[in-house]
């Protein structure tokens, strides 16, 4: 059985991650630092086909494409006050963004939670990079994807080993 083709909005969505300086070699870091220590044979390979298979779902594509659109907005100066302050300083009290995010941990079930909680602190790798303020990008809702994705593909890779073991 081969793999699908990809549609257009995967193409999309996957694009724009990448012009926004994502990777998928960063998520699989991220991936890796989730789950090296309850996966002591953990290959990078591995972590990327979890991403790989994440990425292939219209519910995380819709997300991606979604924050990313906010995000470029924001630095267009295109929303509204107060809105355009609050996404541009990425303000704590703000959570739409982390909303969306759960959206593409909630894929993979409840584990994915608790992965996304822990990366989202401790924002290892491209999460400290995106978080970043001083490029002047706006990362409001792209850190919180990202850290979603890694999440949601640990919690995929945590459920295959189970069945595995």
Do not use: W
């Not at 995000?71 to 355009?84: A, C, I, N, S």
């Not at 970043?132 to 792209?142: F, P, V």
Request: with cysteine.
């Amino acid at each position: 059985m081969g793999e699908k083709p990809m549609d257009l909005v995967e193409q999309a969505a996957r694009t724009k991650l990448k012009e926004r300086g994502v990777e998928i070699s960063d998520i699989a870091d991220l991936v890796y630092y989730l789950q090296e220590k309850y996966h002591p044979n953990l290959k990078i390979e591995t972590c990327v086909e979890n991403i790989e298979r994440v990425l292939s779902k219209r519910e995380v594509q819709n997300a991606i494409l979604t924050g990313i659109q906010l995000d470029e907005l924001t630095e267009k100066k295109m929303l509204d006050q107060p809105l355009q302050d609050i996404l541009m300083k990425d303000e704590g009290l703000y959570g739409v963004d982390e909303i969306i995010a759960l959206s593409i941990v909630n894929v993979y079930g409840s584990i994915g939670f608790t992965n996304y909680g822990f990366i989202d602190k401790q924002k290892p790798g491209i999460l400290e990079k995106l978080n970043d303020k001083s490029s002047g990008m706006c990362h409001t809702y792209l850190d919180d994807i990202v850290g979603a994705i890694a999440a949601a593909a640990s919690s995929r890779l945590a459920h295959r080993a189970q069945k595995l073991e």
